[in-house]
DNA sequence: CCCGATTCCTGTAGGC
DNA sequence: TGCCTACAGGAATCGG
């Protein structure tokens, strides 16, 4: 499933295909996504003038506008050939007068595109987003001083994308162990230096997973249909019941916030200092 | 304002 | 072997 690391993975595997290369058209064959896909007829003919992400979306850039992509659960974007065959899920394609082509499948349509002619930027999808987290903006400070009126589970807290983008259920419960803190405690409940080890962690796993091509579970492939190898790192999401690769305890799983998680009992005992 | 629950969707795993 | 159900989850939106 696309995080963060998922989505810089594909958007540096298209970039250097996209840049440069001129629209030659575009085929919907299915625009039911999250939301009506928005993919003008009028791309054709446009030159892509830049490639780039802010979360989870990819921004497309031409001079008439930006496509805006989501994959969301189960969407890849996959640079293939003109005359490659369609197949289930494929939706969308951006044909390329280099005569590949920017392949969209997605069969859970979680995903969506939207298109917009001025500055990203302010699109509302975007607007109400938080800090990178692989920025300077974003710190264990950000993280402690937004969360002082949040009783929700730390958990909750990272995974809004209000607070930071990018971070979801696997990083999450990843990060959380790295930095020893439970994910239940409530987010006003971690101390500053909780979340200044919190926040390292954050950046240091994303940025590990993003060098390893993403994590790939079960659905997600990269722009060149490789699989990321980040899963075999993985200390904690998805082996509840399984001993913790730190202190041998059974790690146990749970339900927060209608997301299944896991953390070792005792290596994530504390809110902030251990 | 804050926060938990619901919603979209389909492939896959598990139970019988 | 095959059917049926539960589950996975990003994030907008709804309801309390």
């Known amino acids: 499933m696309p995080e963060l690391p998922e989505v810089e993975t594909t958007k540096r595997g298209i970039e250097p295909f996209l840049v440069g290369a001129t629209i030659a058209g575009v085929v919907v064959r299915n625009k039911h996504l999250r939301w009506p896909a928005q993919v003008p007829q009028a791309l054709a003919g446009q030159p892509i003038t830049r490639v780039g992400r802010r979360a989870k979306y990819i921004l ?5 506008g930006t496509l805006i992509v989501h994959l969301g659960m189960s969407g890849s974007l996959r640079l293939v050939d003109a005359q490659a065959p369609v197949k289930t899920h494929d939706h969308i394609d951006l044909q390329l007068s280099s005569g590949h082509c ?13 298109f917009h002619t001025s500055d990203p930027a302010e699109h509302w999808l ?40 990018g971070v979801g259920n696997i990083y ?40 390893v091509g993403g994590t790939t579970l079960r659905d997600f492939v990269g722009s060149d249909g490789q699989p990321g190898y980040f899963r075999q790192s993985l200390n904690v999401y998805g082996r ?35």
């Open 60 to 64: 497309i850039t031409t001079p008439i």
């Open 102 to 114: 920017l392949r969209y499948n997605d069969p859970r349509r979680f995903g969506s595109f939207h």
């Open 172 to 211: 999450a419960a990843e990060a959380l162990f790295s930095a020893g803190i439970r994910p239940t405690v409530q987010a006003c409940r971690v101390t500053r230096v909780g979340y200044d080890r919190l926040a390292s962690q954050i950046s240091r796993i994303l940025a590990r997973a993003i060098q």
């Open 240 to 274: 509840a019941g399984e001993p913790c690769r730190v202190c041998a305890s059974l790690l146990k799983g749970m339900v927060l916030g209608q997301r299944s998680t896991v953390y070792c009992p005792k290596c994530q005992k504390t809110s902030g200092w251990r």
């Open 126 to 165: 975007l607007t109400d987003l938080g800090p990178e987290p692989l920025s300077n903006n974003f710190s264990g400070e950000h993280l402690f001083q937004q969360s002082r009126r949040r009783r929700i589970a730390v958990k909750s807290h990272i995974m809004d994308s209000k607070i930071v983008v």
